[in-house]
């Protein structure tokens, strides 16, 4: 059974960091790849970054290009989310996804698991 878990989300000043944690269970990340996605109240999800079987192929949304940096811990069987320079526009509950595939390819209508969630609040 595959389970994801995120943790590591909180209330921090804009321009502040917070590193973001999915630990994972039931996942072989040469046959996954790993999503991270926000819901900002009011608005639909958006994929936010991805990290494909590889480790090496990572995309990110353009909103958070140069302030996010994903990563994973194949042997923790961890992924992460660093997020730098956060903006109040940042603020969202954040979900991990996992979908069954050897790429870099993480749509947000077809991710076969899901976590259940961490807030991030940016205050101004």
């Known amino acids: 059974e595959v389970q994801l878990v995120e943790s590591g989300g909180g209330l921090v000043q804009a321009g502040g960091s917070l590193r973001l944690s999915c630990a994972t269970s039931?996942?072989?990340?040469?046959?996954?790849?790993i999503g991270w996605f926000r819901q900002a109240l009011g608005k639909e999800r958006e994929g936010v970054s991805c990290?494909?079987?590889?480790?090496?192929?990572?995309y990110y949304a353009d909103s958070v290009k140069g302030r996010f940096t994903i990563s994973s811990d194949n042997a923790k069987k961890m992924v992460y989310l660093q997020m730098n320079s956060l903006k109040p526009e940042d603020t969202a509950v954040y979900y991990c996804?996992?979908?069954?595939?050897?790429?870099?390819?993480?749509?947000?209508?077809?991710?076969?698991?899901w976590g259940k969630g961490t807030l991030v609040t940016v205050s101004s």
């Open positions: 996804a996992a979908l069954h595939y050897s790429g870099t390819y993480c749509p947000k209508d077809s991710m076969d698991y």
């Open positions: 039931g996942v072989t990340f040469d046959d996954y790849a």
């Open positions: 990290i494909g079987s590889s480790e090496i192929s990572t």
